[in-house]
């Protein structure tokens, strides 16, 4: 079954066959010191610049640019879990859950 992934409005969206489904403007709740100095990093999301399919699991893996709105770090963030595919469709993850980039940052494909 094939997915398309793509970036869509200058990076403002996620989209999944063509259906817009992760946009910048949530908080992402990430795990203590991989994005910041602070214990749970706050991040809201500027925008994508990639996304890409990854894992035995078919997480839905996206890089993005972000600021931290506890301490105003304002970084790239590699390989954020945003959501998976199941049964070919897409399962978005809750920005509010802790998520880990690193989780998919082995490269299988």
Not at 16 to 24: A, I, K, L, M, P
Not at 58 to 64: G, M, W
Request: glycine share 12%.
């Amino acid at each position: 079954m094939t997915i398309a992934l793509r970036t869509l409005d200058d990076g403002a969206w996620i989209s999944v066959n063509d259906s817009r489904e992760v946009g910048v403007s949530d908080i992402w709740t990430l795990p203590g010191h991989e994005f910041c100095n602070c214990e749970t990093p706050h991040v809201l999301l500027e925008a994508f610049s990639g996304v890409d399919l990854r894992g035995v699991d078919t997480h839905v893996i996206a890089d993005a640019v972000g600021m931290c709105i506890d301490c105003g770090t304002r970084d790239g963030i590699d390989s954020l879990v945003v959501g998976r595919i199941v049964d070919g469709e897409f399962k978005r993850y809750e920005p509010g859950s802790v998520q880990r980039p690193s989780v998919a940052a082995s490269g299988d494909r």
